[in-house]
């Protein structure tokens, strides 16, 4: 009876580890199955360009790079809407790229594919410019299977929005209307401040319940940064705007007899200032961009005469400022002393070359701000910023 005890109980436990083995298998086979989900999800093998690209929008304040040219002498003019805050895309150079290749002889096809591989890695680099932690609020969303273009929201806010997608292939790209790629990770930024504002809590709440609804949707993981310390920032960045958001005004006004406008119409032809679609005068970059326009004082559209004209300067959307404002106030002379006019400021006072020298100091103070603070005038945070 004892030996028939036994031999059940060591029966029994034999028949437990078998079952206890089993089951750690399982536990094994399925943590291992979701550790290959979650590397797939995150993808960690990929590189993030955002994060080890220089940061195109912000350059360093100290390398002096401008995206505007300097005043160049009077070109065929290139009429445009006023104060569009459009970003000019740089047209990519490939000479350079391929001179190392010279000395390969020409039956090699080699220069074709790198040349290609330069083109792609720089659509990628405008791309990943397009967002800034230092200017935008960035989501990041990672999907365990790809996600057709098509299905990728705008996500609209009150704040620019910008959509970027990790393809396929592992490149960075726009995604916008005309995209037709899959994406398995994704990057939604909204834009911390305009000149509207700073983006507002409920702003930013907004914009997070979009994105989140979007990633509960496909089974995505969504992550983002802390809400509290980037409204903070924007409200910081927004006053920082604010302190060197400055439009010069520069008008000539008439003594007595309105001035006739056909005479300001040749004038204008002679010193490269150009009748955009607005209707207003602009001078333009060689790049089409309007560095400063000349509009009718009072506001209204141009006629046959008018009782005073206005040169308008914006100032941080302005890259080259110092030689620009020389220019303008060159200008804006010239044209006084043709009409027999009054230069003076807004209130009216006379805007005699003390003055003006005055405003020019002012002027270098505003552009070393912007340059400590790492925007450039005219460069692409600026035309965001001060949109």
Known sequence: ??????????????????????????????????????????????????????????????????????????????????????????????????????????????????????????????????????????????????????????FPAAKRVMVLGLTDAGQWEVVNSRSTGRYTALRAGVQLADRQGSLTQEQLNAFCMLVQQFADEHEAVVTFPQRSGKLSAAKELDEFCASVDVLIGMNVMAKGKPFPMEKVRLFADQTGLARGGDGLYHYRSESGKALFSLVNQDQTPFGNTSEGLTFLFDVPRVAGGLPVFDHLSEIAQQLANLLAGDLVDDSGRPLAPGSIANIRRQLTNIYAQMDDRGIAPGSMAALRLFA
């Open 1 to 154: 009876m004892q030996k028939t005890m036994t031999d059940l109980q060591l029966g029994s436990l034999i028949a437990g580890g078998a079952i206890v083995a089993a089951v750690y298998a399982f536990n094994w086979w399925q943590e291992h199955r979701y550790r290959k989900q979650a590397q797939r999800a995150f993808a960690q093998n990929q590189p993030d360009v955002l994060l080890e690209t220089q940061k195109n929008m912000v350059r360093p304040a100290a390398s002096g790079q401008r995206l505007e040219p300097m005043i160049e002498p009077v070109a065929q003019p290139v009429v445009a809407e006023r104060r569009e805050p459009q970003l000019d895309v740089p047209q990519v150079d490939l000479d350079d790229d391929v001179a190392d290749f010279d000395d390969i002889d020409a039956a090699e096809p080699q220069i074709a594919p790198v040349a290609k591989q330069v083109e792609l890695q720089d659509v990628e680099v405008l791309a990943t410019s397009q967002l800034d932690p230092s200017l935008d609020f960035i989501a990041d969303v990672h999907a365990g299977e790809s996600i057709p273009a098509a299905e990728v929201p705008q």
